[in-house]
T-cell receptor, first 108, second 112 residues
Framework: TQLLEQSPQFLSIQEGENLTVYCNSS?????LQWYRQEPGEGPVLLVT?????EVKKLKRLTFQFGDARKDSSLHITAAQPGDTGLYLC????????FGKGTRLHILP | GAGVSQSPSNKVTEKGKDVELRCDPI?????LYWYRQSLGQGLEFLIY????????KSGLPSDRFSAERTGGSVSTLTIQRTQQEDSAVYLC??????????FGSGTRLTVV
């Protein structure tokens, strides 16, 4: 069974700080996706990474796919209250498997 | 439509009753997925439709759960004889092959 472990489960930090959240698996995935989910809404796709070692930037968010395509990280620079939400990673093979997410709260 | 539409947005039902949840995917998206999200849990895969292929039903938790997709578009997830443990948010997503998912806002099901 493929599993994606996300850490930390919860993170509460002050506005302006930097943070990194992690997504790890013992399985290799053909691609990995990151989503953000806000209360009462479905997850929204942020990025898809495909190549081992790939780095993608989305404004203050930097996503990295591990060389072995088993893990990924999301780094947020100068966090803002609008970054608050549940961040989910999802590994794609024949279907997409989701981690349990990191619940991020940015304090103003 | 512009996005994935799910109805109803909220459903409260009595234990033992049947419920039907509807998903309208993005026009042209060949793949449609159902997931279940319980409080504090990740997304649990339920079922996957891809074009005219036989659906992947490997995630359905029991034979009380079934789903169909008519005409390659709208999908209905049916839960028979609902139990309290079925209470969750049911999310539908659609995609083009190889691309990320677009999710609907979900149906919050409460079984009392």
């Amino acid at each position: 069974t493929q599993l994606l472990e996300q850490s930390p489960q919860f993170l509460s930090i002050q506005e302006g700080e930097n943070l990194t959240v992690y997504c790890n698996s013992s399985s290799v995935f053909s691609s990995l996706q990151w989503y953000r989910q806000e209360p009462g809404e479905g997850p929204v796709l942020l990025v898809t990474v495909v190549t081992g070692g790939e780095v993608k930037k989305l404004k203050r968010l930097t996503f990295q796919f591990g060389d072995a395509r088993k893990d990924s990280s999301l780094h947020i620079t100068a966090a803002q209250p609008g970054d608050t939400g549940l961040y989910l990673c999802a590994g794609a093979d024949d279907k997409i498997i989701f981690g349990k997410g990191t619940r991020l709260h940015i304090l103003p | 439509g512009a996005g994935v539409s799910q109805s109803p947005s909220n459903k409260v039902t009595e234990k033992g009753k049947d419920v039907e949840l509807r998903c309208d995917p993005i026009s042209g998206h060949t793949a449609l997925y159902w997931y279940r999200q319980s409080l504090g849990q990740g997304l649990e895969f339920l079922i996957y439709f891809q074009g005219n292929s036989a659906p992947d039903k490997s995630g359905l938790p029991s034979d009380r759960f079934s789903a169909e997709r008519t005409g390659g578009s709208v999908s209905t997830l049916t839960i028979q004889r609902t139990q309290q443990e079925d209470s969750a948010v049911y999310l539908c997503a659609s995609s083009l092959m190889g691309s990320g998912y677009t999710f609907g806002s979900g149906t919050r099901l409460t079984v009392v």
